[in-house]
Structures are given as C-alpha cells and as structure tokens.
C-alpha cells in the first residue's frame, strides 16, 4: 500500500492552521471522570492494575446497567479513574483494536515510579515495547494497549501538548 505522507503533512498543516488557536478557550469540561473498559475476571483485573501498576482499587459495586456485573474503580492519579466492567453471561470476543475503538490508554508516572513499574513488568514476564526513553507500551489480562509515559501531564516527548 502506497502511503502520500506529503499529502498527510499537507493536510495536517492546513488542520493546524484552521484549528489550533493560539488563544485556546476554557475546556467546558471538568475533567476525565473516568474510563471504562471491559474485563474477562474481577480479581485478574484487580491484581493486575493495583499489584502490579500500583492504582488503589477505590471501589467495587453493581453495574446499574447489567445485573451481576461489577462497576469497579481505580485511582490514577489527578482525580482521575479507570474503571472496568465484567458481563457475565455474555459471550464476548478478546480485545481487538478496530477504527473508532480504544488504541491506547497513556498515563503519566513519575520518572522513578516509570522506572519501578518498568521493572515490576519484567519480574511478571509482561511483554512491553519502548519507545524513546520515555514510554512504556503494554497490554492489560484483556488485551488493552495501556502506555506508561514518564512525561509530565501536559507534555508530550518534550512539546507542550496543554
């Protein structure tokens, strides 16, 4: 497949310059309350994102939406939360990356808890790819690409991004 990446930059410069405002308006929102995604095991999900990435499990209850299902919660820091739901009884396909769905989850640690949680995957056997000195890709029980970026809130491989 033949790929115009002239014809992209082009286009993403014509984007830039209709779009990007260099006085940026008040966001009307508060913030992310939280993301949810699905999961095949409760306790797998739990081990694996408080043992293992160090997210306080903040709360577990029914899902108000599907009975017998868990809503439950994890703190990542800056008042946000992941959150996940299992669905038992429903016959579910694994996790697939598909246009319009989720690539990735990136979350900001601080260089020293990057550099530990980097080396607590290794001890679990979790495949991961780096990218840059910074960036830590990875993927959850389910299959959901998740990216520890040591950058600050805000930045992105040294531009400000906010």
């Keep these: 497949m033949d790929i115009d990446y002239a014809a ?3 286009n993403r410069a ?5 779009y990007l405002r260099a006085e940026r308006p008040e966001s009307s929102a508060r913030g992310l309350h939280h993301i949810a995604l699905i999961c095949s095991d409760v306790e797998r999900t739990i081990k694996f994102y408080q043992e293992l990435l160090e997210f306080p499990l903040t709360e577990i209850f029914e899902n108000r939406d599907y009975k017998g299902s868990n809503h439950f919660f994890f703190d990542i820091g800056n008042g946000n939360l992941l959150a996940f739901f299992d669905l038992p009884g429903l016959d579910l396909a694994p996790y697939q990356e598909v246009l319009g769905g989720l ?3 990136a979350i900001s640690v601080e260089r020293g808890k990057w550099e ?3 080396g607590k995957l290794d001890a679990a056997g979790v495949p991961y790819q780096m990218e840059s000195d910074a960036s830590i890709y990875f993927r959850d029980p389910d299959g959901a690409r998740l ?3 040591a950058d600050p809130l805000g930045e992105m491989y ?5």
């Design 103 to 105: 690539h990735h989850i």
């Design 8 to 10: 992209i930059e082009t």
């Design 158 to 162: 040294g531009s400000r991004v906010l």
């Design 14 to 18: 014509r984007i830039r310059e209709r």
């Design 147 to 149: 990216e520890l970026l």
């Design 116 to 118: 530990r949680l980097r």
